[in-house]
Structures are given as C-alpha cells and as structure tokens.
C-alpha cells in the first residue's frame, strides 16, 4: 500500500520512556510514528535498545488489552506503526516529518545535540516541540532554526493513556503553527491546554502543591499514606473530574476561598496558604461567583437549562476564553463543546467530557494502576464512595 510505504508523518526524537509513550498514543490513534534514536551505537547497542523499546511498547498494549480497553487482536497491527529509525537513518525520517517531538534527557547540553540535527534535517514547515518538564520554552526558543514554529508540548505519564498535553507558546510561535498543533492532537485523541512561558506548566504545578502537602500531613502526623490515597482518589480525584480548578471556586464562592486561606494561613502556615491578591479583589468587588452572577467566569448571560438539556456556555469574566459547565456545576456538559477523546481510554466514549467524569477518573486510574504493576479495586469502591458522599438528590455533598 502506497500509503504504508511513504515515511511516517511523526517523530519522536528520543527513545526513551516518553518517546515511547507517544509513539503509543499516535499508533493507537491510525498513524505511522518514527520512534528516532540520535544517539550512534554499535550494532549490538542499537539492536538491544530496539528490542527494550519494541518490548515495552507491546507490554503497554497487552495492559490495555487485559484490561478491556483494545482487542488482543489489536496489539501487533498497533505495534507494527511504529518505525524504530537509528542514528543513520535519523536524517531521512525526520526530513518527512511534519510534526517532531523532541524527548532527550533533561539537560541545555542534550536539547541543544538534538536540536542541532533537527534543525539541520527537518523541513523548514515542520512543527518542533520539546516535550521538557523543566526549561522554558523561551529558552529553548533560543537554540531552534526558525523559532516561530516552535513550542513545547508536556506530555502527563502514561503519554498514550492521559488526554491532557500542555502547549507553552513563547512570544514568536506563530498563531497559525499553535492551530495546527492543536488540530493534530486532537485528531489522536488528545485535549491540548495552552499556558505561558512559565515554570511547571499547568498540571505539574498544581500537583507539585498537592504531593508536598500530601508529604508534609504523613510527616505531621495528620492521616496515613493510605488515609489521604483514599481521600484524593474517591474524593478531590472524582470533584475535579466532574469541575475543574477554577469551576469549583466559582460554585462555592470566591469568599469561602478567602475566608477559608485566611483561617489555614493562620492556623497551618502564612506562605502556603495565603490567598493570591486576585482573590481579595474579586471579594471586595462583589465578585463571587456563580451566586452574585460573576466570578472567573461571568454567568450574567447564561441560562440554565432544564435538567437534561444542553447548556449554553459562559465566558471567562478574566481571559476571554470560553468554557461551559461552571453555571450548572452539578451538571457540568463540557462533551458538546470539547473534542472528541478518542485515546486509549476515551475510545470507548469515557473521556468525552467532564460530564462523565466519574467513569472517566475509573477508567483512566486502571491503566495508570496497571504500569505501576497493580489494577485497583476502584470501580467498586468508587461507586460505594460516591453514594456515600451523595446528598438527597443525588448531587455530590
């Protein structure tokens, strides 16, 4: 077939763990992906890499398959789309690639070798992304021929299971390049958010917040590893599948989050639990929330539909950006206006929004549960849990 035989559109330079993840992610998805290693080998190295990498990638599909989420059958046709290219043949696959992953070690000096042969091998159309945990975008910006078509993408492990990439523009990304990017995520399955040049991102930084706290309540002597498991797993793990962050700020009220920081930052420490100044004015303006009709989101023009029925959207009283779900928040329907999940947990239809996000928070704990070599006991748990936790009309408490 003509098709199978034209080089694969996609590459991920670096043949570790996340190259190999998102190799996963675009194979499951229908597409070819050149998983890329830069680095020159003997034969024997290469060979033995290849076998580990090829290894891995099959036991990663084999979990899915034992867990209901692909066919057995499925396992070597998805397998066989990914193209394992050494560093002689590096060249040649990223020459055909429109859209480059770069996943080498975490180091200026390993970004920059990469970046120096991809510069000099790839198109000058191609899209460029690191996807770096730690250097800002602008930074690398610095070490990319023709930065306007670069950004860095962060990807959260398992890279084939979580729908979420974070896409880190700096100043010169061309608007056109973030489009395209964006469209071609979401054609595998995937929910790109966008955030600035800063450190952490999005998701990293919130849950650097969360596992220190995490740490610092076993070390007080607050609630066991085991007590506060249970705690985020069946509870602030189903609340923020079903509202997000500033959703859920918004529903119970800018005040109650100052009020509540103020008597934390008291009681536990000043300088985590201080609220930001943003919060202090939105309260001194009236401005909290879905109950005075404005908040993070303006709810001013929103109208709440019957039970069942499609609601309309809001806009974001702060950014502009539009988002839907927060002025019903019991019954948030982000499906109708979000892309379509289609990766290795939503293709059964159980990440297509945050409407579903109790099936979702179950669906995408068991393949997680699975790389760490355990499948949980939480579908059960987390329906005993969940009605528990349901007041009288069904609606979390």
């Known amino acids: 077939m003509a098709n199978d035989a034209a080089p694969p559109r996609f590459a991920a330079v670096g043949a570790g763990r996340m190259g190999r993840g998102i190799a996963i992610a675009f194979a499951y998805a229908g597409h ?9 080998r003997s034969a024997d190295a290469w060979q033995r890499l290849r076998d580990e990498a090829k290894a891995e990638i099959e036991a990663s599909l084999s979990g899915l398959a034992q867990l209901g989420v692909i066919d057995a059958s499925q396992i070597e046709r998805i397998a066989a789309r990914v193209e394992y290219v050494n560093a002689e043949a590096a060249p040649q696959a990223l020459a055909a690639a429109e ?13 920059r070798e990469a970046f120096a042969q991809i510069n000099r091998d790839c198109r000058d159309d191609a899209i460029l992304t690191s996807t770096t945990s730690s250097i800002l975008v602008t930074q690398l910006a610095a070490i990319v021929r023709l930065p306007e078509r670069f950004l860095n993408m962060h990807w959260l492990n398992p890279a084939y299971v979580i729908p979420v990439v974070e896409l880190s523009c700096h100043p010169g990304t061309d608007a056109a390049v973030l489009a395209r990017t964006k469209a071609l995520m ?9 955030c600035g040049a800063s450190p952490g991102y999005i998701v990293p930084r919130l849950q650097a917040l969360v596992m220190n706290e995490a740490a610092r309540m076993i070390e007080e002597g607050a609630a066991t590893a085991e007590e506060i498991d249970k705690a985020t ?10 509202l997000g962050v500033v959703e859920f700020i918004d529903f119970g009220g800018c005040d109650i989050l100052h009020h509540a920081s103020r008597e934390m930052s008291v009681s536990l420490d000043k300088g985590r639990y201080t609220a930001p100044a943003i919060v202090g004015r939105m309260v001194e303006e009236g401005r909290l929330g879905l109950k005075s009709g404005s908040g993070f989101y303006d709810y001013e023009a929103a109208t709440l539909p019957p039970t069942g029925a499609t609601c309309s959207r809001a806009r974001s009283a702060n950014c502009g950006t539009r988002a839907c779900g927060a002025h019903r928040p019991t019954r948030p329907c982000h499906d109708r206006h979000s892309p379509r999940l289609r990766g290795p947990v939503g293709g059964a239809g159980a990440l297509r929004g945050v409407r579903r ?8 704990a068991a393949p997680v549960a699975a790389q760490l070599g355990r499948v949980p006991r939480g579908a059960a748990a987390a329906r005993r849990a969940s009605a528990d936790h349901r007041d009288g009309h069904g609606r979390l408490r």
């Not at 070819?32 to 020159?40: G, K, S, W």
């Not at 859209?99 to 970004?111: D, H, I, W, Y």
């Open 32 to 40: 070819r992906i050149a998983l890329i290693d830069l680095r020159r």
């Open 99 to 111: 859209l480059v992953f770069e996943g080498v070690p975490e180091t200026m000096e390993a970004k």
């Open 186 to 194: 979401e054609q595998i399955g995937k929910l790109p958010v966008v």
């Open 233 to 242: 797993r069946y509870g602030l793990g189903l609340r923020f599948a079903a």
């Open 357 to 364: 996000g109790k099936r979702a928070a179950r669906a995408a």
